[in-house]
């Protein structure tokens, strides 16, 4: 069993920036594959980004790419998102996910999650 616990949410104006972090315990994580996802209001959880458990490979929505950077330590057991020139659409709840596959997993289909954080971006 992994325990995944997000961290960094917050509120910040439009093109500020915001570093989120998840925390993961209970199992070793250095080879699981890991992302992140966001749910909006009235909206169905989307992939944000998410990073290869083999080789680090990293995939990002056409949404964030270029604006956010997904990045892991294997050493810590702790998944990092930075968000930089963030806009209102990026509001949501951001939420860590896990899963034992190794590879680079694109997709919802992952075993672990965490409770979210809330990330507001206001003009």
């Known amino acids: 069993q992994v325990q995944l616990v997000e961290s960094g949410g917050g509120s910040v104006q439009t093109g500020g920036s915001l570093s989120l972090s998840c925390v993961a315990s209970?199992?070793?994580?250095?080879?699981?594959?890991m992302g992140w996802f966001r749910q909006a209001p009235g909206k169905t959880r989307e992939l944000v980004a998410v990073i290869s458990g083999y080789d680090q490979a990293t995939y990002y929505d056409e949404s964030v790419r270029g604006r956010f950077t997904i990045s892991k330590d294997n050493v810590k057991n702790t998944l990092y998102l930075q968000m930089n020139s963030l806009k209102s659409e990026d509001t949501a709840v951001y939420y860590c996910?896990?899963?034992?596959?190794?590879?680079?997993?694109?997709?919802?289909?992952?075993?672990?999650w965490g409770q979210g954080t809330q990330v507001t971006v206001s003009s």
């Open positions: 996910a896990a899963d034992s596959f190794n590879g680079l997993l694109i997709g919802p289909n992952y075993e672990y």
């Open positions: 209970g199992r070793p994580s250095s080879t699981y594959a």
